[in-house]
């Protein structure tokens, strides 16, 4: 079997590099570990820069996204019993879009399948061979076959636990990263959100999140200790301890219902570099991880793609491998202001258990001067509806 581009998983970064590359006339195989309800199934990201929305529009799966994701022109911090809205679209004139990650999945899944396009699910033991040089090679099992894949370049979009970069010597790579002390203990039940806007709770008792999919279903969270475990946690557990964390008219207006997920995710900032081995390039969580705290993963993952997608359309189209060579140096660029972003409003956000009371004084000045103050929250804002793309 031959293609010209071997995508490494069907999350998003994968499933959208290849409908960017489709639509360049570019023929890829998607290989992918799970199960394609598996990876529906999991409950991750639910807000999306406008650059994200125009890259999915260009791509032609903007559609659904236009009918049912939410904009959002603000979002709303809380913090010693009140509430302060942080008015994205006056600040910024950008807005964001409340959309599940499931969703642009599954519309990405659905354009693949209409396509007639190459996906492979439940490939195990995926391998990668000869990335260094001009003809790679994957190989995996499949009902107790092996199979082998030749292509031109491999494009690991397999996540944090992929195969992608642990194929690459260690040697040829630096590893940057830092792990929190805490978890989010996520719930998503099928009850109207809380307020029409998310909020973010700064609170002794730690941070908690009101977020949503859609007007009837909702996504919360709450900071938990990293030895938590999700079978202590009942529904009803879950919501009074949310209540006690949240300013009195959102305790109040609070509707609970049986959760339909809920599930632990450890806080993690991390980057590989580079990002590009020789035929090898490595996009999304493959090369670096955000704590949720800025809703940023999946967006990070979508400007990587991008990027990706316009340097290998480059390479087909003119021959020329300018774009490749920049891709891992442009990449970072973005991946680093907002790794910076994430662990600012993670550190800003939550309790940490070795914080002393000057380090609490701090972050409650930093909440204090960040909504008393224009600049300070544009310079939020205009980081949570994502910094503009370089070109
Ligand atoms: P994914 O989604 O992990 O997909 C990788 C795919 O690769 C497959 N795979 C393999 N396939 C073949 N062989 C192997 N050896 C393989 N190993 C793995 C996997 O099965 C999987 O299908 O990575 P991708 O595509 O880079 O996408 C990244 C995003 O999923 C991630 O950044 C976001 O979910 C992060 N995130 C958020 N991002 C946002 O932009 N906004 C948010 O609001 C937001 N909220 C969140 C989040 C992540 C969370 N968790 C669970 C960490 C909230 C949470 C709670
Ligand atoms: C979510 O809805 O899952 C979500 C929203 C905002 C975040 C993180 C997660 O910052």
Redo the contacts with the bound molecule.
């Keep these: 079997m031959r293609t010209q581009v071997a995508i490494?998983?069907?999350?998003?970064?994968?499933?959208?590099l290849g409908q960017l590359l489709a639509l360049g006339g570019i023929d890829t195989v998607i290989?992918?570990?799970?199960s394609r309800s598996?990876?529906l199934g999991?409950?991750?990201?639910?807000?999306?820069?406008q650059g994200?929305v125009d890259v999915l529009q260009e791509a032609g799966v903007g559609e659904r996204l236009k009918a049912k994701g939410l904009p959002h022109e603000g979002f709303e911090l809380a913090f010693d019993g009140q509430r302060h809205r942080i008015d994205l679209a006056g600040l910024t004139g950008r807005q964001v879009t409340v959309y599940g990650?499931t969703e642009v999945?599954r519309d990405l899944m659905d354009a693949r399948a209409a396509a007639g396009l190459t996906s492979i699910y439940q490939?195990?033991e995926?391998s990668l061979h000869d990335f260094d040089g001009t003809a790679p090679r994957v190989r995996?099992r499949m009902k107790g076959r092996v199979h082998e894949l030749r292509c031109d370049y491999i494009a690991g979009?397999?996540?944090?636990?992929?195969?992608?970069r642990a194929s690459v010597p260690a040697s040829a790579l630096r590893l940057f990263e830092r792990v929190y002390p805490f978890g989010?203990l996520?719930v998503l039940c099928d009850t109207p959100p809380v307020a029409e806007e998310l909020i973010y709770a700064n609170h002794p008792r730690g941070f908690a999140l009101c977020?949503m999919r859609s007007r009837t279903r909702s996504r919360y969270?709450l900071q938990c200790d990293l030895t938590e475990r999700v079978e202590d946690w009942s529904d009803e557990r879950f919501f009074e301890e949310l209540r006690r964390r949240l300013d009195a008219p959102a305790a109040e207006r609070l509707i609970t219902g049986p959760s339909i997920e809920k599930?632990i995710?450890?806080l993690r900032s991390f980057v590989a570099e580079p990002m590009r081995f020789g035929r090898l390039c490595l996009?999304?969580?493959?090369a670096h991880?955000?704590p949720?705290t800025?809703?940023?993963?999946?967006?990070?993952?979508v400007a990587?793609v991008r990027t990706l997608a316009r340097a290998l359309l480059a390479r087909y189209r003119a021959g020329s491998e300018t774009e490749l060579d920049d891709y891992s140096a442009k990449c970072l660029r973005r991946v680093w202001k907002t790794v910076r972003f994430s662990w600012w409003m993670t550190t800003l956000m939550h309790r940490f258990p070795e914080s002393s009371e000057f380090g609490q004084r701090i972050q409650e000045a930093e909440l204090g001067y960040l909504v008393g103050s224009r600049a300070a929250s544009t310079a939020l804002a205009e980081n949570y509806v994502g910094l503009p793309f370089e070109d």
């Design positions: 490494i998983g069907a999350g998003p970064a994968g499933l959208l290989l992918e570990r799970h598996h990876v999991r409950i991750r990201a639910g807000v999306l820069e994200t990650q999945t490939a195990s995926v995996w979009c397999d996540g944090f636990h992929g195969v992608s989010w996520g977020s969270y599930s995710a450890p996009a999304g969580d493959a991880i955000v949720p800025g809703a940023k993963g999946l967006n990070l993952a990587d």
